[in-house]
């Protein structure tokens, strides 16, 4: 059981925060307090046992406000729930509990999870449920009125991993955004933060924004998909300062040093707990001449290019799922296995600056990318002046140090 204290405050909206016993509290508050009744962590071999449950799994919090309302999700492959000890997805199990879902959004890489990065994916049907699916990718980023017309409540329920150029947080300001202009309430299904306990890295400056990088964040913000949400709609970032009517289903047992390992590949590219750990400092190689493993199995494990020096440790790129045409297709790459690395505790920059170091042509190590997924040119103009982490570190703490402010209006979890 979940107990929740909310005290009043000065937010010019409001949302709602709903425990597991069902009550829900209007907050009108700068800073939420959720007080829990913490169950007690053991651990067997080393694995993290406690009993987490997302916000999907704390249904009686939801079902009650569902009743007699027509829905809508967002959701994907990761949108997976327990109950009664049977793991299945939340789509079945609304439609078990004779919820009237009416639609299902989907993200970047499809309802069910096997696109490509940046692959278009085309409007469908599902073919377990028989419900229409609208893609939320491609050109139709924001559903349009049409596309919401009919629904009453829309759900969102997507598996984030923390990091600012993960394009689901992306998704969820355009949704949001739609939801508030066209009057319907947007529940979100919390979710933990794989990389929950770490803010790190440089903030987004606004003329670099971009559909990896739509707020002033830094790369790892260290927030769950509720909380972000609350921060767009504090913040006002929705276009024209609106806001949504926003409802924020907590995960129960969670805080966010704990290690959650996620049920299924929350993308194509993600295929573990070791590539989550990784993404957001081996994506910085997207916007280079450096492969990051996609057409192997060891994707965002490993990093290496033709242009690199030969060494032991080398790869070749082929097609798989997720990357059918992958960089490198056929060629030999050598660079670094990371397989082994111990899990990150911050966002680690010595591999992206020994790469270039090591790059016998530099010129043609940045691409244009780089400065979408950095959210500034500071960091390339640093790596090519020869800055040195230490000193590029310093030049991030006065921007990491205002978000940290402005995010503590925003979290729900210790």
Known sequence: MVSFSLLKNTFLFSFILIGSCGNSVSVQKEKPEVQKEQTEISYKENQLLTEIKTGAENYKAYLPLLKGKNIGIVTNQTGTIINNGNTGHVVDFLLEKKVALKKIYAPEHGFRGTADAGEHIKDGKDTKTGLPIISLYGNNKKPKAEQLAGIDIMLFDLQDVGARFYTYISTLHYVMEACAENNIQLIVLDRPNPNGSIVDGPVLEKEYTSFVGMHPTPVLHGMTIGEYGQMINGEKWLNNGIQCK???IPCLNYNRDMDYHL????????????SISLYPSLCFFEGTNVS????????FQIYGSPFLPKKDFSFTPAPNEGAKDPMYNGKVCFGEDLTKVTKLKQLELKWLIEAYSK??????????FFTKLAGTKKLQEQIENGTSETDIRKSWEQGLNSFKQTRKKYLIYK
């Open 246 to 248: 926003l409802t924020i």
């Open 263 to 274: 049920p299924v590949k929350p993308s194509p590219n993600l295929p573990n707990d070791q």
């Open 292 to 299: 990051v493993g996609r057409g192997t199995n060891k994707q």
């Open 359 to 368: 790059t016998e042509d530099k010129s043609k190590f940045f691409i244009s």
